[in-house]
C-alpha cells in the first residue's frame, strides 16, 4: 500500500509555528512565516504553468529566498532539479535537456549569465506574478520523487540521482538516530543548497523542527563567529572548509558546539589529528548523492578510537563489502529506504549499480572486526602496480602532511616494469627540493607507493564541486606544454 504523509513544510508550521526555520545574516523566519511565504510563491509559480508532476530546475546561490523557492516547489509537487552553480553553460544545457527540465527558475543575480533556449524566471519576476489557484499539497507519498540531483561527475559523466521523499525521510531519520536530536541544535549551513550536503539540512529542519543558520557561502571567519556567538551546535563541513577552520581557529570551541559533519571525500589523517588535539568533535562520514547524504557515520562515542574511519552504517542501512575473500578490501555495496531507486531515464546506469536492492557505490573500502568502515579510494582510482593495490588517497595523504605541501593529486602512469606506477601533481605552499619530499614518502609508505615522478603544477583538476578529478590530472601536463 501507498504510504502517504502530511506535506512536510505544513505540518512543520502546524507543530511549531513560531520556531525559527531559518536565520541568515540579516533576517530571520519561523516557520509558519515560511510557510505562508512558499505557499505564496507556489501559487505564483502556477501562473508559469508549473504543476504537479513539472520538472522544473532550480540555479540559485544560497538565499533564503532560495529555501522558499524550494519548499514552494515541493509543496506543489514539482519534482526539484538541481543545478550546480559552478557548472559551465555545455554542462548546464546537458542537465536540463537530460533531466527534460520545462522551465528553470534562478535567483537574480544568475539570471543572465546562466544560459539561453530554455523558458526561465528570476525569483523577483516570479514574486511579481499574480497568483494562481494552485494550492499546496495535503499529503506527500513516499514513493514519490521529490528531487533530481546530479552527481559531481568526479568519475565520468554526472548521472541524475531521483531522490524520492522516503529517500530524505529515512535520510533525515537515519541521521538523527545516530547524533540525536537536541532541543537547542542549529545546524549551520555553509555548503551549497544544491547538493546533497545542503539540501539535507534543509530537509532535517522542516522534519525535525530545527532551526538552519544559512550562510550564503562559506567564510571560516563567519563560521567561527556562529559558533562562539549563534549558538551553532552541528555544521556540516569539507576537507578544505575544515581546514580552514583551524587556521581560523585560536580558542577552543564551546561546549554547545557538539559536531563537525565531515564528509564528500577522503579526510587525511592529519587533519583529523590536528582536530583531535583541538577537541573538535569530527564525526567522520561516508555518503553521495545516491544515498542522500550520509549512509555511514562515526558516532560520538568511537569518534577517537576509530580515528580515520567513516563509522558504522546508520541505524535504516545495511552495508557490504564485495570482495572475493572475506575481511578483504572491495567494493563497498550500501542497501537501505535512503538510497535511490536509480538513475533519470538511464537504465543502464541503473542496473549497472544497482543489484538485487543493493547500490554499488564504486568506492572500495574494508570493515574492521568491530564492523566499522574505512574508505580507500574509488575503485576507477585504483592504481594496480605489480600486482598490489595503491591507493591515491592513502598517498595524498602522506603528502598532504609535509608542510611546503598545499595540494596534492596521485593518479598511475604507464610503466614497463610495473605495468603502472604512481605519480604525484602538486600545488606547493613554497618549493623544495624532489629529494626532499621523496625521502619523506620513504619514510611513511611503502617502496611501491612512492610516486614515481613529482609533478609540480598551479591547480589541480577539480570538476563543479571542487572534487580533484584524477583521470585528469595529466592533461594538466599538456597544457602547460601548450603554454609553453
Ligand atoms: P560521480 O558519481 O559523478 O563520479 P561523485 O561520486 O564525486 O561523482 P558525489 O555523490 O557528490 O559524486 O560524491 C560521493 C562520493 O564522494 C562517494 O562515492 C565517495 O567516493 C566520496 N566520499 C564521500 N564521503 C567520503 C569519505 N568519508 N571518504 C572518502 N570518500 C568519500
Ligand atoms: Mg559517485
Known amino acids: 500500500m501507498e504510504q502517504t504523509m ?39 509559480l502556477g501562473a508559469l504553468g508549473i504543476e504537479k508532476g513539472s520538472h522544473v530546475g532550480i540555479l540559485a546561490h544560497n538565499s ?86 546530479y552527481t559531481s561527475g568526479t568519475t565520468g559523466n554526472p548521472k541524475g540521482v531521483v531522490q524520492t521523499y522516503g529517500n530524505h525521510w529515512w535520510s533525515a531519520t537515519g541521521s538523527s538516530l545516530n547524533l540525536g536530536l537536541h532541543d537547542n541544535d542549529r545546524w549551520l549551513l555553509a555548503v551549497p543548497l544544491f547538493h546533497i550536503s545542503g539540501f539535507s539540512i534543509l530537509m532535517r529542519s522542516v522534519i525535525y523542527g530545527m532551526t538552519v543558520i544559512l550562510h550564503e557561502k562559506f567564510e571560516a571567519e563567519r563560521v567561527q563567529h556562529g559558533i562562539f556567538h549563534e549558538g551553532v551546535t552541528i555544521i556540516s563541513c569539507v576537507t578544505a572548509m575544515l581546514q580552514k577552520m583551524l587556521e581560523h581557529l585560536h580558542e577552543p570551541y564551546p561546549d554547545t558546539f557538539r559536531c563537525l559533519l565531515l564528509g564528500g571525500g577522503p579526510a587525511p589523517l592529519p587533519i583529523l589529528e590536528k582536530c583531535k588535539e583541538a577537541n573538535i568533535p569530527v564525526y567522520q562520514t561516508y555518503g553521495m548523492t545516491e544515498t542522500s547524504s550520509q549512509i555511514v557515520t ?40 535512503n538510497v535511490t531507486k536509480g538513475y533519470l531515464y538511464n537504465e543502464e546506469a541503473t542496473n549497472k549499480a544497482i543489484i538485487d536492492g543493493w547500490l554499488h557505490t564504486g568506492d572500495m573500502g574494508y570493515v574492521d572486526e568491530d564492523g566499522y568502515l574505512y574508505v580507500l579510494d574509488r575503485r576507477s582510482d585504483l592504481i594496480i602496480s605489480g600486482g598490489e593495490n595503491v591507493y591515491p588517497a592513502e598517498i595524498e595523504s602522506v603528502l598532504l602532511s ?66 580533484l578529478v584524477r583521470r585528469k590530472l595529466f592533461s594538466l601536463l599538456e597544457d602547460q606544454r601548450n603554454e609553453d
Request: net charge positive.
Open 402 to 467: 609535509h608542510p611546503a605541501v598545499k595540494e596534492a593529486g596521485v593518479t598511475g602512469q604507464d610503466d614497463e616494469r610495473w605495468g603502472k606506477v604512481p605519480a604525484a601533481f602538486l600545488v606547493m605552499a613554497h618549493s623544495i627540493e624532489e629529494s626532499e619530499l621523496r625521502s619523506f614518502c620513504q619514510k611513511r609508505l611503502a617502496s611501491f607507493k612512492i610516486p614515481a615522478n613529482f609533478y609540480f603544477v598551479d591547480e589541480l583538476t577539480r570538476n563543479a564541486s571542487n572534487k
Open 298 to 337: 562515526l558516532s560520538p562515542e568511537d569518534a577517537l578510537t576509530k580515528l580515520g574511519s567513516a563509522g558504522k552504517v546508520l541505524f535504516p542501512a545495511q552495508l557490504k563489502i564485495k570482495s572475493e575473500n572475506h575481511h578483504e578490501a572491495g567494493e563497498i555495496v550500501v542497501k537501505g529506504p
Open 6 to 44: 502530511p506535506s512536510w513544510l505544513k505540518k512543520r508550521a502546524f507543530l511549531s509555528p513560531n520556531r525559527i526555520a531559518v536565520k541568515t545574516t540579516n533576517e530571520e523566519i519561523t516557520f509558519k512565516e515560511l510557510f505562508i511565504k512558499a505557499e505564496e510563491i507556489g501559487k505564483k
Open 64 to 149: 533564503l529566498d532560495f529555501v522558499i523557492f524550494l519548499h514552494a516547489l515541493l509543496g506543489i509537487g514539482a519534482k526539484v532539479v538541481f543545478l550546480n552553480t559552478k557548472l559551465t553553460e555545455k554542462e548546464l544545457s546537458f542537465q536540463l535537456e537530460n533531466s527534460k527540465v520545462s522551465i528553470l527558475i534562478t535567483d537574480d543575480k544568475l539570471f543572465k549569465t546562466s544560459i539561453t533556449g530554455i523558458q526561465k524566471a528570476s525569483f523577483s519576476e516570479v514574486k511579481k506574478l499574480e497568483k494562481s489557484n494552485l494550492s499546496f499539497q495535503e499529503e506527500v507519498s513516499l514513493s514519490d520523487v521529490a528531487t533530481i540531483m
